[in-house]
């Protein structure tokens, strides 16, 4: 059973376009991640949310902790196709500290030119 | 700095055969992890390790041994290779909550 879920798990969108990717949960989480990861290399991180309700930016991409610190989202504007990639979340497994990492199935991003 | 190294980058079995996946970091990391990437179950992981001489299992552990003798290595050692394990795997280093991965390898067990 997957502690994070994401979805949608595949994306196909024209270059120009807004979209949003989610990740849910039925646990508290005390932080949650986001990784991009291109084929033929490991995950890079891209961000790190601690506190509920966050709100974080890099460039294109906003990143929002809910509330309850059990889900987050990814928003990217104006899609391009330098963006297509495996999104993955991740967050600490509460009950050992920060030493284990869970991470969600990802959400396939393809951006089309 | 070279980052998070690991090799083979590619690497085919036998059922049956033993291996080690190689893995070093220089960046004076205390933290090191395994993981594996299936299609459709993101990263798992396999085993982990909070400084030199200490290692702990992870969600998978099952078919893996790993060992830290030095802070910049932590080989991954199979045993006897299974097909359920053909897979990607890779290995980070992790400083405060920035983890750091390498660019994998990937393993076919035939």
């Known amino acids: 059973t997957q502690l994070l879920e994401q979805s949608p798990q595949f994306l196909s969108i024209q270059e120009g376009e807004n979209l949003t990717v989610y990740c849910n949960s039925s646990?508290?989480?005390?932080?949650l991640q986001w990784y991009r990861q291109e084929p033929g290399e490991g995950p890079v991180l891209l961000v790190t949310?601690?506190?509920?309700?966050e709100v974080k930016k890099l460039k294109r991409l906003t990143f929002q902790f809910g509330d309850a610190r059990k889900d987050s989202s990814l928003h990217i504007t104006a899609a391009q196709p330098g963006d297509t990639g495996l999104y993955l979340c991740?967050?600490?497994?509460?009950?050992?500290?920060?030493?284990?990492?869970?991470f969600g199935t990802g959400t396939r991003l393809t951006i089309i030119p | 700095n070279a980052g998070v190294t690991q090799t083979p980058k590619f690497q085919v079995l036998k059922t049956g055969q033993s291996m080690t996946l190689q893995c070093a970091q220089d960046?004076?990391?205390?933290?090191m992890s395994w993981y594996r990437q299936d299609p459709g179950m993101g990263l798992r992981l396999i085993h982990y390790?909070?400084?030199?001489?200490?290692?702990d299992q992870g969600e998978v552990p099952n078919g893996y041994n790993v060992s830290r003798s030095t802070t910049e290595d932590f080989p991954l050692r199979l045993l006897s290779a299974a097909p359920s394990q053909t897979s990607v795997y890779f290995c980070?280093?992790?400083?405060?909550?920035?983890?750091?991965f390498g660019p994998g390898t990937r393993l076919t067990v035939l």
């Open positions: 980070a280093s992790r400083l405060t909550d920035t983890q750091y």
């Open positions: 646990s508290v989480f005390s932080s």
């Open positions: 949310v601690v506190t509920g309700g």
């Open positions: 991740a967050g600490p497994i509460s009950n050992f500290g920060n030493e284990k990492l869970t």
């Open positions: 960046m004076n990391h205390e933290y």
């Open positions: 390790s909070v400084g030199a001489g200490i290692t």
